[in-house]
T-cell receptor, first 111, second 117 residues
Framework: SQKIEQNSEALNIQEGKTATLTCNYTNYSPAYLQWYRQDPGRGPVFLLLIRENEKEKRKERLKVTFDTTLKQSLFHITASQPADSATYLCALNTGGFKTIFGAGTRLFVKA | ETGVTQTPRHLVMGMTNKKSLKCEQHLGHNAMYWYKQSAKKPLELMFVYSLEERVENNSVPSRFSPECPNSSHLFLHLHTLQPEDSALYLC????????????????FGDGTRLSIL
């Protein structure tokens, strides 16, 4: 079955540094992959989508890469700020009506 | 404000109670979803509706019963739940159903935190 793995350990970084989160998947070749942000007590919020024929996508301080050979996506936040502290989820479509999500990685940015 | 509103935000109920969760989207979307989110686990897709028709039922126990009276509203009726059903229940919508080659980000509500006593 399709599986998404995100680092279950929290990532702690200093303000101003670049945060890099990893999403690995198995048993599927998705046409696109999405990243969401979730704050405590809130629903996920869509951030970025990257297609299989795109190696990299940027939006302000966010950058996503997609390596279909490694079956991996990396999510970068440059010049991180304490307000970036949240849980980040990756998600992919499995070809039908279903989008499957990873469990997320919690990011803490210290001032 | 995400355009998707869920009520109530918190619900405590006994195992023999019957209650309903409500979701309303103001985005003009055609697809709506129910997810269950338990601590440190991935979101679990429960039900998918497209234009008020159920298109996915992900082996969910019959004690959960969805209802979609129109494309803006989605309900989840609950009865005789178990303690393991305690979780955050999220509603989401998207313009259309996702597919292999279509860009369909989902817009989520803030969920109903359900606790079963």
């Amino acid at each position: 079955s399709q599986k998404i793995e995100q680092n279950s350990e929290a990532l702690n970084i200093q303000e101003g540094k670049t945060a890099t989160l990893t999403c690995n998947y198995t048993n599927y070749s998705p046409a696109y992959l999405q990243w969401y942000r979730q704050d405590p007590g809130r629903g996920p919020v869509f951030l970025l989508l990257i297609r299989e024929n795109e190696k990299e996508k940027r939006k302000e301080r966010l950058k996503v890469t997609f390596d279909t050979t490694l079956k991996q996506s990396l999510f970068h936040i440059t010049a991180s700020q304490p307000a970036d502290s949240a849980t980040y989820l990756c998600a992919l479509n499995t070809g039908g009506f279903k989008t499957i999500f990873g469990a997320g990685t919690r990011l803490f940015v210290k001032a | 404000e995400t355009g998707v509103t869920q009520t109530p935000r918190h619900l405590v109920m006994g195992m023999t109670n019957k209650k309903s969760l409500k979701c309303e989207q103001h985005l003009g979307h055609n697809a709506m979803y129910w997810y269950k989110q338990s601590a440190k686990k991935p979101l679990e897709l429960m039900f998918v509706y497209s234009l008020e028709e159920r298109v996915e039922n992900n082996s969910v126990p019959s004690r959960f019963s969805p209802e979609c009276p129109n494309s803006s509203h989605l309900f989840l009726h609950l009865h005789t739940l178990q303690p393991e059903d305690s979780a955050l229940y999220l509603c989401a919508s998207s313009q259309d159903l996702p597919g292999s080659y279509s860009n369909q980000p989902q817009h989520f509500g803030d969920g109903t935190r359900l606790s079963i006593l």
